[in-house]
């Protein structure tokens, strides 16, 4: 067994242009699937990168790992330190009590009741297309405006408001700007501080009103929780989603037999959507550093209490000792328990609305887009580098 005072491989694996795993950082799995790394920002140091999908389990779902230990200094894998007052950043009991009232009012019947109104938005965006016709930017059609204006709607900001908002959501998490990302969190969190006094005399069906309302029973979320709230699910939800609608359509269009396989049959797109979720890293990087508060073994290697410790969501997607023939995409897999949403307490609050949202888009682009192509060779489309999830900057299709 080998412990920390091996050396540390450099973690510094990019520009996040593409939709693989590095052919770097996957041999250095193969070769050891619990290794040091050196990570790019926060403090000096070393961490651990756990690459098993039963040792990122363990790290993302096992309480002897903490976030709220990682404060700013942890050394991390992503640019953004998260502020310590959102729920991502706690553990339990803290986490919990933040955690439960969204959880609650975050009910399947809410998620489903959205349904509609999401097909509808779809529908309208996917009219203009069509009205317009080929070729056409299909992200900034599509794939942008669609999660801003479900997460609007769910948390019931007034049509009037949603441009500024936009523009204030769109910038929270663009890492190479950090003095642009920390103006619109103001700018954000002053907004939703107006929009919550609203919902007090103004009460509405809506994700914040029902915050709001658990807010006045004993225990609730206060104030400053609720602005807290309301802007991890904007963060959380906004962008990973549109960056998933993006990377999905490009998958499909540069996979066209898989593309065929649900025009013919639209039966499958569930599966597919678990399936394009598996085999898309879509965080640009290892995950949000965790710190072991005791020490764990980790496939036979021994992680120290104080140690840091992250996850390779996209190598445990690809594990062979769960996924049978892991490279390839396969829309028929009996079982696909990847990680994508994440494990354990943390486990994505949205991945019901997401898993809604990318079905309704990929079922209705199939069916009334089923000769869509992508307008230029796949190497010319452009990304988004400077977020935490990969994305396409512009989607150019034909028809
Ligand atoms: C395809 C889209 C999405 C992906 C891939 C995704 C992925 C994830 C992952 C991996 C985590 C866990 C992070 C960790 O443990 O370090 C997470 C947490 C979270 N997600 Fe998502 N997410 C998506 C959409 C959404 C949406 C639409 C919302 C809200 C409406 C949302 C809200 C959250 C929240 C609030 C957390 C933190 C939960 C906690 O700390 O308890 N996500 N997400």
């Known amino acids: 067994m080998t412990e920390a005072g091996d050396s540390a491989r450099a973690y510094t694996f990019g520009p996040a242009d593409r939709l693989d795993v590095d052919p770097r950082l996957a041999e250095m799995c193969r070769e050891q699937p619990v290794l040091r790394v050196n990570l790019p920002y926060g403090g000096d140091g070393d961490a651990w990168l756990a690459t098993r999908h039963a040792d990122v389990k363990t790290v993302l779902g096992d309480p002897r790992f903490s976030r709220a230990a990682a404060g700013e200094d942890v050394p991390r894998a992503v640019a953004a ?56 930017d299909l992200a900034k059609a599509l794939t942008w405006p669609l999660p801003i204006t479900m997460m609007s709607e769910l ?23 950090p003095d642009q990302a920390t103006r619109a969190r103001e700018h954000l969190d002053d907004y939703l501080t107006g929009l919550i006094a609203f919902r007090r005399t103004n009460p509405s069906d809506d ?152 079905r309704i888009v990929v079922e209705s682009l199939t069916r009334r887009l089923p000769d869509l192509r992508l307008a230029v060779p796949a190497d010319q489309v452009p990304w988004r580098t400077d977020r935490l999830i990969r994305g396409v900057a512009a989607l150019p299709v034909s028809w």
């Open 81 to 136: 330190a998260l502020p310590s007052t959102t729920m991502l950043s706690m553990d339990p009991p803290e986490h919990s009590r933040l955690r439960r009232p969204v959880a609650e009012a975050f009910t399947p019947r809410r998620v489903q009741a959205l349904r509609p109104r999401a097909q509808q938005i779809v529908n309208g965006l996917l009219d203009t297309v069509i009205a317009a016709g080929p070729p056409a």
């Open 155 to 177: 948390l019931g900001v007034p049509t009037a408001d949603r441009d500024r908002f936009t523009v204030w959501v769109d910038s929270l998490l663009v890492l190479s700007d």
């Open 207 to 358: 994700l914040l009103g029902a915050l709001v309302a658990a807010s006045d029973e004993k225990d609730g979320p206060g104030d400053e929780d609720l602005v807290s709230l309301a802007s991890s699910l904007l963060s959380a939800g906004y962008e990973a989603t549109a960056s998933q609608l993006g990377n999905f359509v490009y998958t499909l269009l540069t996979h066209p037999d898989h593309w065929r396989e649900l025009v013919a049959d639209p039966g499958l797109v569930p599966g597919a959507v678990e399936e394009l979720s598996r085999i898309i890293p879509s965080s640009a990087s290892a995950g949000f550093t965790r710190v072991a508060l005791e020490d764990v073994e980790l496939s036979g290697r021994t992680v120290r209490a104080g140690d840091a410790v992250v996850v390779e969501y996209a190598v445990a997607n690809r594990d062979p000792e769960v996924f049978t023939h892991p490279e390839e995409i396969d829309f028929h897999r009996p079982s696909n328990p990847h990680l994508t949403f994440g494990y354990g307490v943390h486990f994505c609050l949205g991945a019901q609305l997401a898993r809604m949202v990318l």
